[in-house]
């Protein structure tokens, strides 16, 4: 078998790590997925009649694509509801499925910032490594919880503290953990009705540089505080009165588009990320402070479906790692797709840690960088397409 084929009990199935990227030799799987998907299948006579399943933050569609396995084995129509934050893991999972023979309409997907409307019988995960983002949807689960919900997850041991288990059987039920098995566990948790547990999330956090308090959903970036690095990108900030185009690429919450749209008044604003949760809080935050302002909101992949040469600034905090692997790619995506969309004379800044050395790649991209400011961990460089 290859780096893409995983066998189950129930056959064959080829998973694609995505974005696909050539000599990738990832798998699009780990131990944990293997060993959930071992507990499906010997459990399957007691999941025989659990027909509503919901697949909460599976990362490229391997519990997904088993479950549609296990449930046209069974004879039962193939229907699973899916929860992920993320718009690569969504295509990820969308297209392995497609990929092993599954249609569009087998699996559906679920705003992460809602609640679904519906019970479930049998609720599979992978737990995030985000622990409140994974408790806050738990908790908005609970209303599609019953006595006889089968909830099971999947997880690394080295990314499993123990607080996630008091924190599980505090808003879901008692919790317990299965023996190690290639350093993966499962977690089972039985729900308990008699709970009341209170959400804290979307938070809110006041940032003092710009006079804002931001509203956050529990998945975004720097949730909690504003992070160092936007720090000293705010306070360089350019400012213009011209009529410009002003991406935020990576948005996370907003905050740097929005100190853009107070220094810029006569700017066009978009907001790009992958996550839902953060265009929702972006997209709050901006109705609360520019109600009337021109603004677009993208869940995209980087600056995908942004027209080429059509803005004029691309700010950006771009992040280096994908799911729980380091990476570089998707800055480097952003960088070029960043040129890609800039008008000529059109300027992208970026801010970073200064071991990225992120001034070699753009000065081999745009053919310049400029050092704006820095700090101890910090640069925010500049460059500007010719």
């Known amino acids: 078998m290859t780096e893409t084929e995983l066998q189950t009990p129930l056959g064959l199935l080829t998973l694609k790590r995505f974005p696909v990227r050539a000599a990738d030799r990832l ?6 997925d293997e060993l959930l998907i071992k507990h499906l299948h010997e459990q ?3 999941l025989k009649d659990k027909k ?7 990362q490229f569609g391997a519990i997904t694509s088993f479950m549609c396995q296990m449930l046209a084995a069974s004879g ?48 599979i995960y992978k737990l995030p ?37 008091t924190t599980l ?75 410009l185009t002003i991406v935020d690429l990576a948005c996370g919450n907003g905050v740097v588009g929005i100190s853009a749209a107070q220094l810029n008044p006569n700017a066009d604003l978009i907001f790009c990320d992958e996550s839902n949760m953060a265009v929702a809080s972006a ?27 059509s803005v004029d600034l691309v ?7 994908q799911q729980n692997a380091i990476s570089e790619h998707v800055g480097w995506q952003m960088f070029k797709e960043s040129l890609q969309c800039l008008k000529s004379g059109g300027e992208f800044w970026v801010v970073g840690n200064r071991h990225l050395d992120y001034h070699i790649k753009l000065k081999k991209l745009f053919g310049n960088a400029t050092l704006v400011d820095s700090s101890n961990k910090f640069v925010v460089i500049k460059s500007v397409k010719r």
Not at 52 to 58: E, K, M, P, Y
Not at 102 to 112: A, L
């Open 283 to 309: 997209k709050a935050n901006v109705a609360r402070y520019f109600p009337e302002r021109n603004a677009e909101f993208y869940q995209t992949d980087c600056l995908e479906g942004i027209a080429k040469n």
């Open 52 to 58: 509503r399943v919901l697949v909460f933050d599976d």
């Open 129 to 165: 490594r985000n622990h409140g983002y994974f408790a806050d949807v738990m908790q908005r689960l609970r209303s599609n919880m019953s006595d006889d919900t089968h909830i099971v997850g999947g997880v690394m041991v080295k990314y499993l503290p123990m607080t996630v288990l």
């Open 169 to 243: 059987g505090q808003i879901v039920g008692e919790t317990t953990t299965s023996l190690a098995t290639k350093k993966a566990r499962l977690i089972f948790s039985h729900f308990d009705s008699s709970l009341t547990p209170t959400n804290p999330y979307p938070t809110t956090y006041t940032i003092e540089e710009i006079d804002v308090d931001l509203l956050n959903h529990s998945n975004v970036f720097s949730r909690d505080s504003l992070d160092i690095g936007t720090r000293l990108l705010l306070a360089v900030m350019p400012e213009s009165d011209d009529l």
């Open 315 to 321: 700010l950006c905090n771009p992040p280096f790692h």
């Open 44 to 46: 399957q006579a007691e």
């Open 76 to 123: 039962h129509p193939v229907s699973i509801d899916v929860i992920t934050d993320s718009l690569v893991s969504q295509h990820a999972i969308s297209q392995n499925v497609k990929g092993n023979g599954y249609g569009e309409r087998d699996v559906s997907f679920i705003d992460n910032t809602a609640i679904p409307v519906k019970p479930y019988d049998l609720i």
């Open 27 to 32: 798998r699009a799987w780990d131990a944990a």
